[in-house]
């Protein structure tokens, strides 16, 4: 997976990273990461409630991250996933752009909506996100 600039692009490669070799992290890394990416808690939250420096939340949030980074260039399993998710928009992204072109036709016209389309639409994007009918 290449590095991003958009920032909800890079929560969301952290997060799966997380999953994937969160694990392989010391047991500090692992807990701050999970408190700052998962819990949107910021470096001092996290620091007033371990007792430590805001400095220390942020060097094991860098460096927990650096190693998820290294552990995928070396294993790469989240990347192939990554691609094969992107090459059938099933990104967090992709899902998000289904959603919102629906939510768009229903608010253009309310007045005319069919349920039954609407439904159909809304199962093939629910679908999409059950294991057994992702990418393989």
Do not use: N
Not at 46 to 59: C, E, K, N, W
Request: charged residues 30%; proline residues 2%; glycine residues 8%.
């Amino acid at each position: 997976m290449a590095k991003s600039t958009m920032p909800e692009v890079r929560h969301h490669e952290v997060c799966l990273l997380l999953d994937a070799y969160g694990s392989l992290l010391t047991e500090r890394q692992l807990t701050f990461l999970r408190h700052y990416y998962e819990e949107d808690l910021t470096f001092g939250e996290i620091a007033t409630d371990y007792g430590v420096s805001r400095q220390a939340v942020f060097d094991a949030v860098k460096h927990g991250a650096e190693g998820l980074e290294q552990f995928e260039e070396a294993l790469g399993l989240v990347g192939s996933g990554w691609s094969a998710w992107e090459a059938v928009d099933q990104t967090p992204q992709g899902l998000s752009r289904s959603l919102g072109k629906i939510c768009e036709r229903i608010e253009g016209r309310s007045d005319q909506v069919d349920l039954r389309v609407i439904l159909r639409e809304l199962k093939v994007v629910v679908r999409s996100l059950e294991p057994e009918s992702g990418v393989d």
